[in-house]
C-alpha cells in the first residue's frame, strides 16, 4: 500500500447496511449500481437488513457482526441515531472505511449535530475505520467495481473526481463520460468530517491512476491545510476546481448541503490562481475545461483562430462569440485564399475567415474535406477551429435552412460518419501539429443519448465543443490558467 | 389590403423557377416545404425547369409565362446570371413578389455585383414586384401554407420572425417553436435588397396577427430609416434584437453573409435602448427572451426569488448563477419555514431558501406539491422558480444520484406526468397572483425532442428554461429591458 487511503478504493468486500427490503429507495439504488458494475462476480457483497432474509434475491444478515467473511467498506443507510452504534460495530468487524449516505449531521444545522459528527469520526478514527460523510454518496471506483449508480461505464480511466455533493459528482461522471472521458477514483464526500478535499488532493496527487484532477468544492474547511494540498496536487497534475457557495444565498444553501463555510469567491480565486488550479464558475465550465486539458486543445497557446464550417449568419455570431473571449480570427493569407478559391462557390460563401462552408452540390465531402486541410495547413493560426452538423436538435432530419443539400449524410449511419470524420480530423492534426478543435452543432446523438462524435474525437485526441461559445470560454480559460502558472512546472 | 407587404404574405399561387429535376438539392427542399404544409390543396403551385417535364409527379412548366393561372409570388433558384430576365419574365406575368434564393451578389464582394443587385431591385419595384433577397430563405407564413423547411408547424400563431440570414430564422422557429411558440410571419431577407427590416419592423408593428417580434440582423443599411422604424415597432409591441457583425471578424463575415456593413456594439446597443427594444447578445439570449416576454415571466417586477426543487449541489449552484445575474433569494420567513417542515425531512435538506426538495419516500409527489405551493404563497418575492426533472440528459432513466427515489416518476408517462404538473403550476400561480417560472432540468424529452413539458407550459402561460443560469438571464434582460422603456407605453 503506497497511500492510506488506498483501502478504501480497493475493498475486498462491501457491506450495505440498512438497505431496505423495498426495490426501491437508495438502498436498492446503491444495490443495483454495485450488481451493475458486477462486484459480486469478484469479491463478497453483503446485505444487512435484521428485517429480512433475502433482498432481491441475495441473503440478508441481521447484523454487521453476522456477515460470514470480512468486511472492508460498509455503505450506511440506516437513520442517523443509529450511526454511533453502526461505528462501533465497524470497529468490531474489522472494517477499513464507513460510508455514510445517512445525513442529518452538521449540515442540519440542528443543536449539537456538528459535534455529534466531529465525535463519530473521532470514534471511527481511534478505532482504525476510515468515513466518508456523512450525507454523500460515497464512491465510484470502475477497477474495484463500486458505483453510486447504475449505468456508470465499467471501463477504468484516468480522471479523478473530488465532489463534496452527491449530485454534482454525478453530473461530472455524465458530463465528461458521455463525451468520452473515464475516470480512476470519484468520490462524494459529503460534510467531510474525517476523508475530505485536502486528502483526497493529495492522493490524486500520488495516484499512478490519476492524470486529472476534477473538483467541486462548498466549503473550505480547514482553508490552509486545503490550499496546501491543492498547491501540491496543481502542481503536478492538472486540477479544476469549481466552488459552490459564493453568494450569501449560495453559502446558506451550502451550510445547508454539507454544513460548509463558504469563504469569498475573490479570495478563493486567488488561491486558486496562485496554487496553479484552474477554476472555473459554472457545472458546464468544469465539464469543458476537462475535456480541453485532456486533449490537444491544452496545447493551444495563443487565441488566433482559424474558423472553418458553419453557413454564413453562423459565421457571424460565431466572430462575435469569440471576440467576447478574447480570441481573434486573423484574416486569411492571399495565397490560402487562393488555395480555397477552388472548392469554395462564389455565390453565399466567403473565404476569408470564418469559412463559410456551407456547401452544396455532389461533391460536398469532397469539398468540407478540402477546405478543413487547407484550414488545418493555413500558417500563422494558433487554433484550427471546425464546425461540424447542421445545428440545433436532430437538426439534419428537420431539414432545417442553413446547410443545404445533406441528403447524402443524412441516411449514412451517424457513427461511421462520425469515425471517417474524426480519422480525418487526426490525421490533419497529426500531419500539421496544431490543435484542432470541434464545434459539434447537431446537439445530440441520433438515438436522443450522446453524440457518437463526443467520445470518438476524444479517443482521438480531439476535444468537442457544443457551441463555439463553450470552444471560446474553454479556450480562454485554458489560456488563462496558463498565464497563471508561470513559475511551476510545464504539464504539457 | 391595409399594408403594401400584405400580399406578400398571402400569394394566390407560386411558382418555384429554376428548381433542378433532381430530387435533392435546395430545389426539392423549398418544394417539399410547400408540400408539407399542402400549399397545393389549396392553391397553385406551379415548377418551371425548362429542361424537365415533371418533377415529384408535379408537371413542369418550360417558362414562367408557360404558367396556366396568374401567380403571385416566384422563388427562384436560378443561377445569378438569369436573374434580370427573371425579374423581366415576372414583371410581364403580374407577380407581386419575387424572391431570390439566388445568390452571388453583394455579399460575394466581386466587383459590380452590388450594383447590379440595387439595379435588380430597381427595375423589380418599377415593374410592380417587391422583392425577397437575394440571398435567402424567404417566406414562413403558416396561415398562408408558406415554408422555407419540412417539419415546421402549420398552425399559424403570434410571433413574427425577421431575420438576414436563413439559417437563424430556422434557429428562430426552432428554437422557440419546440418550446411551444407559433409563427404569424417568419421572413428571411438576406441582402435585403428590397424588403428589408425597417419595413418590416413597421409591418409587424400594424399586423393583427402579430404580438412579438423576433429580429436577427447583421447590417443596419439605412440606419436612421431602421432604427426609426425599431422605435414605432417596439414602442407597441414586444421587439426582441439579435444584432450579430460587432467584432472585425464578424463584420468581415457579414459582409461576406448578407452583403452588410456592420456598426459598433455600443452605437447599437443604445439606439435599441432608446427605441425600446430588448437587445440580445446570443441566439441562446434571443430564444429565451423570446419565451419570458410570451409567458408570465414578463410580469416580473424585481429579482427577488423564491427557488424550490433539486438537491443541495443544484441549490448552492442555483444561488450562485442567480447571483451572477442580480437576481435575490431573500432567506423565507419563520412563518413559510414553520409550513415547510412537516414536508421536508430534516436529514439533508434545506427550507431556507433554495428550498432543497430532494425528497425521497411513498409521499414524494404530495410533497413536492405541498411545498411548491407554499413556496408560491411565501409573501415578500416577485418570482417562484421551481426547478423540475432529475437534471441532465434522460437522467431518470440514467438513475444518476441526485433525486433519490424516482422510481414511480421513471414508469408514468412523461407527457402525462408534464400534463399533471402544468396545470399543478398553472392553478398556483392563478391562485398567487405571482410569476412561476420552471427550470426544466431534463435535457429533452423521452424520444430525444423537444421537452413534453415545454409547450405545454408555454400554452399555460409559464416558462420553462433549461438551466437557472438561463432563467436567470432571461429574468435579468426583462427587469434590464422594462427599465430602459421609461416613458414607453407599457406593454404589460
Known amino acids: 500500500l503506497h497511500h492510506p487511503l488506498d483501502p478504501v478504493f480497493d475493498p475486498r468486500a462491501v457491506a450495505l447496511v440498512g438497505i431496505s427490503s423495498s426495490a426501491r429507495g437508495r438502498g436498492a439504488e446503491f444495490l443495483h449500481a454495485l450488481l451493475d458494475q458486477r462486484f459480486q462476480e469478484r469479491r463478497p457483497l453483503y446485505l444487512v437488513n435484521p428485517r429480512a432474509s433475502e433482498i432481491q434475491g441475495l441473503r440478508c444478515y441481521p447484523t454487521l457482526a453476522d456477515t460470514p467473511g470480512p468486511v472492508d467498506h460498509v455503505i450506511s443507510l440506516i437513520p442517523r441515531d443509529g450511526a454511533r452504534g453502526l461505528v462501533e460495530q465497524c470497529i468490531a468487524k474489522g472494517v477499513r472505511s464507513l460510508h455514510f449516505f445517512t445525513a442529518g449531521f452538521s449540515e442540519s444545522g440542528e443543536d449539537g449535530m456538528a459535534e455529534a459528527e466531529r465525535e463519530l469520526a473521532a470514534l471511527a478514527r481511534a478505532g482504525g475505520v476510515r468515513v466518508l460523510g456523512p450525507n454523500c454518496m460515497g464512491l465510484y471506483v470502475p477497477a474495484a467495481r463500486l458505483a453510486f449508480s447504475v449505468g456508470l461505464p465499467r471501463e477504468p480511466g484516468d480522471v479523478m473526481g473530488i465532489s463534496q455533493s452527491g449530485a454534482h459528482a454525478g453530473d461530472i461522471v455524465q458530463g465528461i463520460g458521455d463525451r468520452g472521458a473515464r475516470f480512476s477514483k470519484v468520490v462524494s464526500f459529503g460534510n467531510g468530517s474525517d476523508i475530505a478535499a485536502a486528502e483526497l488532493f493529495d492522493y490524486a496527487a500520488a495516484d499512478a491512476q490519476t492524470a486529472l484532477v476534477v473538483a467541486y468544492l462548498e466549503g473550505t474547511g480547514d482553508g490552509r491545510g486545503l490550499f496546501a494540498a491543492l498547491r501540491r496536487c496543481a502542481a503536478v497534475k492538472p486540477t479544476l476546481v469549481l466552488k459552490g457557495g459564493f453568494t450569501a444565498a449560495g453559502a446558506r444553501a451550502a451550510s445547508s448541503h454539507t454544513g460548509s463555510l463558504a469563504g469569498s469567491a475573490e479570495v478563493f480565486d486567488a488561491l486558486c490562481r496562485q496554487a496553479g488550479a484552474l477554476r472555473v464558475e459554472t457545472m458546464e465550465e468544469l465539464h469543458d475545461a476537462a475535456i480541453a486539458v485532456s486533449t490537444s486543445a491544452r496545447r493551444v497557446r495563443g487565441g488566433r483562430t482559424v ?89 439534419a432530419a428537420a431539414g432545417r435552412p442553413g446547410d443545404p443539400d445533406e441528403d447524402e449524410e443524412r441516411e449514412a449511419d451517424p457513427a461511421e460518419r462520425a469515425r471517417e470524420q474524426v480519422a480525418r480530423l487526426a490525421a490533419l492534426q497529426e500531419r500539421q501539429g496544431r490543435p484542432i478543435v470541434v464545434v459539434r452543432r447537431d446537439h445530440e446523438g441520433p438515438d436522443g443519448g450522446p453524440h457518437p462524435l463526443d467520445a470518438l474525437a476524444y479517443a482521438a485526441g480531439i476535444a468537442t465543443f457544443a457551441s463555439v461559445a463553450r470552444a471560446a470560454r474553454a479556450i480562454e480559460l485554458l489560456l488563462g490558467w496558463r498565464r497563471s502558472r508561470a513559475g511551476l512546472p510545464e504539464l504539457f
Chains 1, 2 share one sequence.
Open 307 to 395: 474558423l472553418v464550417g458553419g453557413g454564413g449568419g453562423f459565421s457571424v455570431l460565431s466572430a462575435d462569440a469569440l471576440a467576447r473571449r478574447g480570441l481573434d480570427l486573423p484574416e486569411l493569407a492571399a495565397a490560402t485564399r487562393e488555395q480555397l478559391r477552388p472548392w469554395v462557390p462564389v455565390a453565399g460563401n466567403s473565404i476569408r475567415n470564418p469559412i463559410d462552408a456551407g456547401f452544396m452540390g455532389a461533391n460536398r465531402r469532397e469539398a468540407i474535406a478540402a477546405v478543413t486541410a487547407i484550414a488545418a495547413a493555413a500558417p500563422g493560426y494558433d487554433l484550427t477551429l471546425v464546425a461540424t452538423g447542421a445545428g440545433g436538435r436532430r437538426a
